[in-house]
């Protein structure tokens, strides 16, 4: 069964950090572009950031820039967001996913597969 899972998350304060990892089994991530997509309650599943096959491109929304790194490691078939500097506005349900081609639009059409999600809550 092809499938993403996502880890990491949890209960931080502001100004805090988290690394969020996304493992995949079934498949192998090296020829996929990932994209961390994150979801506040009552609001739309928003692109938080992205990486090539290679990981020689990444892209970041403007919210996050500066403050969240993404990265991968092919030899752990495993993407990483890095998360400092979190605020209260960072809390969400963070999901991963892969696409074939890599694209900063951030649509969610072009996901092929996803993960079920890690809540991160920021607050004191």
């Known amino acids: 069964q092809l499938q993403l899972v996502e880890s990491g998350g949890g209960l931080v304060q502001p100004g805090g950090s988290l690394r969020l990892s996304c493992a995949a089994s079934?498949?192998?991530?090296?020829?996929?572009?990932i994209g961390w997509f994150r979801q506040a309650p009552g609001k739309e599943r928003a692109g938080v950031s992205c990486i090539s096959s290679s990981g020689g491109s990444t892209n970041y929304a403007d919210s996050v820039k500066g403050r969240f790194t993404i990265y991968r490691d092919n030899a752990k078939n495993t993407v990483y967001l890095q998360m400092n500097s979190l605020k209260p506005e960072d809390t969400a349900v963070y999901y991963c996913a892969a696409a074939t081609y890599y694209s900063t639009s951030y649509v969610i059409e072009e996901y092929e597969y996803w993960g079920q999600g890690t809540q991160v809550t920021v607050s004191s």
């Open positions: 079934g498949f192998t991530l090296d020829y996929y572009a």
